[in-house]
């Protein structure tokens, strides 16, 4: 079993950045793929960025590359996604989501959101 505990979202003006965190409890954290999606309003929940165990591996979605920057500490147990050159396309209730293979909107285990807020 893995608790998902976002932090770190806020309201920001376009251009700036955020960092959001995601903390796991429990012993296995290192053997689970991690994940971020978004979900803005009326529309359907969409993959942001992903990185493998071992954090070896890393993927994002096209509208984020190059802005956004998934990482992870193992020994912390957290997955933290970096967002740089915020607009407001970006404004979304932002997840966490963790699975024992290729995490995917079918993610065994999801944290509450964290709400970003992109002002133009």
């Known amino acids: 079993q893995v608790q998902l505990v976002e932090s770190g979202g806020g309201l920001v003006q376009a251009g700036g950045s955020l960092r959001l965190s995601c903390a796991a409890s429990?012993?296995?954290?290192?053997?689970?793929?991690m994940g971020w999606f978004r979900q803005a309003p009326g529309k359907e929940r969409e993959f942001v960025a992903a990185?493998?165990?071992?954090?070896?591996?890393?993927r994002y979605a096209g509208s984020v590359k190059g802005r956004f920057t998934i990482s992870r500490d193992n020994a912390k147990n957290t997955a933290d996604l970096q967002m740089n050159s915020l607009n407001p396309e970006d404004t979304a209730v932002y997840y966490c989501?963790?699975?024992?293979?290729?995490?995917?909107?079918?993610?065994?285990?999801w944290g509450q959101g964290t709400q970003v807020t992109v002002s133009s």
């Open positions: 429990g012993r296995t954290f290192n053997r689970y793929d």
């Open positions: 990185i493998s165990w071992s954090g070896g591996s890393t």
């Open positions: 989501a963790a699975d024992p293979s290729r995490v995917s909107d079918t993610a065994r285990y």
